[in-house]
């Protein structure tokens, strides 16, 4: 069964610092999709940014880039010249491209500290 | 481990049943989320029960009622859904309603309106 495992409960940043979130996954499967959510106070989900495995090339998103070590089976966030609004809770979660079965961690709140 | 039980876990339905999704948690906790995840966006919070009580709901079309009848179980009922309400449903628990509290999801409902 795969499972995501963010190992950060809680992190604080001073404002413009770059700050790295780290999330581990486990599978089998060869292709699949990995994704960053960010839910900030009004709750409501964002997408952050979104992970092909097949693709070697690590996606980034303006501030935002990750980290993806496929055979470490890691996939860090890093947030670049962070800013307040980037206070949030941050969810790494993992989808086979088969099965639309989304699987997420736990979750890591982040405070970004002016 | 997810310690969150939905059921069914794939749904299929025509635009004018009734049917019901449930989400159970053995965790303890006091606040329990209904998400949906469509391909046209990305993950959508649609309410929350916080002790029982449903403190958001966000602009969530009356064809989508839900039910926490104790802290361990939300329902979701369904009637006379559209086509555009096919997606993943996720159900999610947390200790409390506090926003930055880690959630533990459960594996979604796959719901196809026929």
């Known amino acids: 069964a795969q499972t995501v495992t963010q190992s950060q409960p809680e992190m604080s940043v001073q404002e413009a610092e770059t700050v790295t979130l780290s999330c581990t996954y486990d599978?089998?499967?060869?292709?699949?999709?990995l994704f960053w959510y960010k839910q900030p106070p009004s709750r409501q989900m964002i997408l952050v940014i979104r992970?092909?495995?097949?693709?070697?090339q690590n996606a980034t998103e303006n501030r935002f880039s990750v980290n993806f070590q496929k055979a470490a089976k890691s996939f860090s966030l890093k947030i670049s010249d962070s800013q307040l609004g980037d206070t949030a809770m941050y969810f790494c979660?993992?989808?086979?491209?088969?099965?639309?079965?989304?699987?997420f961690g736990k979750g890591t709140r982040l405070h970004i500290l002016p | 481990e997810t310690g969150v039980t939905q059921t069914p876990r794939h749904l299929v339905m025509g635009m004018t049943n009734k049917k019901s999704l449930k989400c159970e948690q053995h965790l303890g906790h006091n606040a329990m989320y209904w998400y949906k995840q469509s391909a046209k966006k990305p993950l959508e919070l649609m309410f929350v029960?916080?002790?029982?009580?449903?403190?958001e709901n966000n602009s969530v079309p009356s064809r989508f009622s839900p039910e926490c009848p104790n802290s361990s179980h939300l329902f979701l009922h369904l009637h006379t859904l559209q086509p555009e309400d096919s997606a993943l449903y996720l159900c999610?628990?947390?200790?409390?309603?506090?926003?930055?509290?880690?959630?533990?999801f459960g594996d979604g409902t796959r719901l196809s309106i026929l």
């Open positions: 999610a628990s947390s200790q409390d309603g506090q926003i930055n509290q880690p959630q533990h």
């Open positions: 992970q092909e495995a097949y693709k070697q």
């Open positions: 599978t089998s499967e060869n292709n699949y999709y």
């Open positions: 029960y916080n002790f029982k009580e449903q403190t």
């Open positions: 979660a993992f989808m086979k491209l088969r099965d639309d079965k989304i699987i």
